[in-house]
């Protein structure tokens, strides 16, 4: 199975911080990752699919990015409903996987 | 407006079953792979199965293989997820979601708890 080591496993930050979350993938896996944020007691939304191309209607803060098999999740200027938990998943083979996940806390 | 309405779930004794269900609406069901994603408490996200447009592909991870069965009724726009052999490591909330390795549109419903204990 594929592995997404995801970090930081939290963090906490002000607002209009820059935010980065990076997973990096245990073997190629082109450009099937996408990034999900999940807020307290929802489901999750999609952010990003394709590694960089913006889901509908995701804030243009949000931006990823991929170099080799280290993905990248930004976020420009944190906003107060950024807050919640983010994952990546790859999707280049079954079975998906799922990174650990990011806490983002505000400070 | 799209909606995806998991039920079925419940407190169930290790080693018996249950069937979740998942009805579907506001979009054409039958255009869209499917898929079951779960959350143990407190914990992240974890892929269980995927189903094909028609139901004639089927994937699962091997945790669940050969104990879970996803199928679909695309005249009920319907996806199941019939459970046996329940383990207490099964417990979680059960999402239904369209398959996110097949398509971009991102539909989720909002989950429904399985609890294996005796």
């Known amino acids: 199975d594929i592995q997404l080591t995801q970090s930081p496993a939290s963090l906490s930050a002000s607002p209009d911080e820059i935010v980065t979350i990076t997973c990096q993938a245990s073997q190629d896996i082109g450009s099937s990752l996408l990034w999900y944020q999940q807020k307290p007691g929802k489901s999750p939304q999609l952010l990003i699919y394709s590694a960089t191309i913006l889901a509908d209607g995701v804030p243009s803060r949000f931006s990823g990015s991929r170099s080799g098999t280290q993905y990248s999740l930004k976020i420009s200027r944190l906003q107060v409903e950024d807050i919640g938990t983010y994952y990546c998943l790859q999707v280049s083979s079954s079975p998906y996987t799922f990174g650990a996940g990011t806490k983002l806390e505000l400070k | 407006e799209v909606q995806l309405a998991e039920s079925g779930g419940g407190l169930v004794q290790p080693g018996r079953s249950l069937k979740l269900s998942c009805a579907a609406s506001g979009f054409t069901f039958s255009d869209y792979y499917m898929a079951w994603v779960r959350q143990a408490p407190t914990k992240g996200l974890e892929w269980v199965a995927s189903?094909?447009?028609?139901?004639?592909?089927?994937y699962y991870r091997d945790s669940v293989k050969g104990r879970f069965t996803i199928s679909r009724d695309n005249a009920k726009s319907s996806l199941y997820l019939q459970m046996d052999s329940l383990r207490s490591e099964d417990t979680a909330t059960y999402y239904c979601?369209?398959?996110?390795?097949?398509?971009?549109?991102?539909?989720w419903g909002q989950g429904v708890m399985v609890t294996v204990s005796s």
């Open positions: 979601t369209t398959d996110p390795g097949i398509t971009m549109k991102d539909y």
């Open positions: 189903i094909s447009y028609d139901g004639g592909s089927t």
